[in-house]
């Protein structure tokens, strides 16, 4: 007979959306790690430091309470949209009204996703770019729009080619992603890139969409692209907790745009999910109101992180800009190889050390690999002992 759980068609929408490429490759290293391995996973982009301990602390106060167990109100509660608020006009100086202009949200992924679903009909085009998160490409085949990547170069120092781009046909564009300091290059954002996005924007009639999760990792002077004159007319920007609190486990986020954006959102959102656990609102909103000795603390363990990745990168021969901000370190491998995935391989089955290929951001990233700061300085120094041993065979 026919195994009915074998024949299940799945929906049209997923047609091309593979698993996500970590769940695969951590499947894998998990594989070698059963056959003995002990696998150095520098790939994923998780901070291993914790959240500052007052914000464990309203956690764990608020929790006890017997008045928090409910359902929370889809527009988060005000005591986390005032945080963002001023968190926005202390280290963005930008002004935005808590009431209207701020959506939390469960993870800045979540928010892709929503973005997509409320904005794009079949065959709607979005700029996406490559090298890129590759979330982006997938968000927006399952809302069911087109995909059309933008290239971004190294000579080009990772923004995009605003000439090249003005020659293609936009008049189906709807939407275009962006992202500064860029995931996986590293590149920080100028004033003038934010400008000439919010100006592309409104020339096109395309809505810019800004994620936003690494503006305070190895970067002294956070931007928001919300800080560019005008720039709500175009402009959502996402942010996150993930990484600038180290609460990545903890899914806070933040859409922020003009009121009727954050009203068009809510009506796909609110169907999707609810507001979330209030203990967790109300830490975050404690893990928001961090001076800058927290961000400079958390910055200090990564600069000399980047001091050992920079070590392992030069044992590979492969090369490097300097300054990149973010939570990994983006670099050019030598010739010799075909591409990333090579080099990847190679170091993974015989040093045991897994490093990110580039090409999994896209095809403009196929000569690059990705080392992520998210692993204690003792790691990093096993994975260079391990490459050393292994180039001396
Ligand atoms: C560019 C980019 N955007 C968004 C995210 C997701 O962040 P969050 O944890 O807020 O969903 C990541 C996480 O790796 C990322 O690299």
Redesign the pocket.
Known sequence: MENKNESMQTAKRLDGIGEYYFSKKLREIEELNKQGKNILNLGI??PDLPPQPEVIKVLQEESAKLNVHAYQGYKGTPALRAAFAHWYKTWYGVDLNPDTEILP????????MHICMTYLNEGDEVLIPNP??P?YTSAVKLAGGITVPYVLTEQNNWEPDFAALEKTDLSKVKLMWV?YP???TGQLPTTALFEQLVAFGKKHNILICH?N??SFILNESPASMLAVPGAKDVVIE??????SQNM?GW???VLCAAKERVEEILRFKSNMDSGMFLPVQLAAAKALAADKDWYDSVNAVYRRRRNKVEALLQLLDCNFSAGQA?MFMWAKIPAKYKSGYELSDEILYNASVFITPGGIFGSAGDDYIRVSLCSTEEKLSESIDRVKNYLKK
Not at 105 to 112: A, P, V, Y
Not at 238 to 243: A, D, E, R, V, Y
Request: cysteine-free.
């Open positions: 982009g998780s949200l469960i993870g800045s992924k979540e928010g892709i890129g998160y979330t992202n860029q995931m996986p994620d999760p690494y996402l942010n996150s907790l993930s990484k990545a899914r806070v986020g973010g």
